[in-house]
């Protein structure tokens, strides 16, 4: 049984930066592969970035180049380095892995 924690978000300005955190409770950690999804009121759950078992990654496009994934295996936490944050990446962020979903974390980015 998968349980996931993220943690991280909060109230940040425009051209700010965070790094979210997904503290993973499984054995299998290191080889399932993870990923990020953010949502707003009214809108569908939309994929931000994933990461394969082999450490392959993928991002939207409007995140390119500004946000990274990467796994911290030594704590078993899936991270999600976001920079020059845009009010538009406002929402909630989740990570996911096996199906299994986070409560997820709130970031607001202010104009």
């Known amino acids: 049984q998968v349980q996931l924690v993220e943690s991280g978000g909060g109230l940040v300005q425009a051209g700010g930066s965070l790094t979210l955190s997904c503290k993973a409770y499984t054995n299998f950690f290191g080889v399932s592969a993870m990923a990020w999804y953010r949502q707003v009121p009214g809108k569908q759950r939309e994929l931000v970035a994933s990461?394969?078992?082999?450490?392959?990654?993928n991002y939207a496009s409007s995140v390119l180049g500004r946000f990274t994934i990467s796994k911290d295996t030594s704590t078993k936490s899936l991270l999600l380095q976001m920079n020059s944050l845009q009010p538009e990446d406002t929402g909630v962020y989740y990570c996911?892995?096996?199906?299994?979903w986070g409560r997820g974390t709130q970031v607001t980015v202010s104009s």
């Open positions: 990461i394969s078992s082999f450490g392959n990654v």
């Open positions: 996911t892995m096996q199906a299994t």
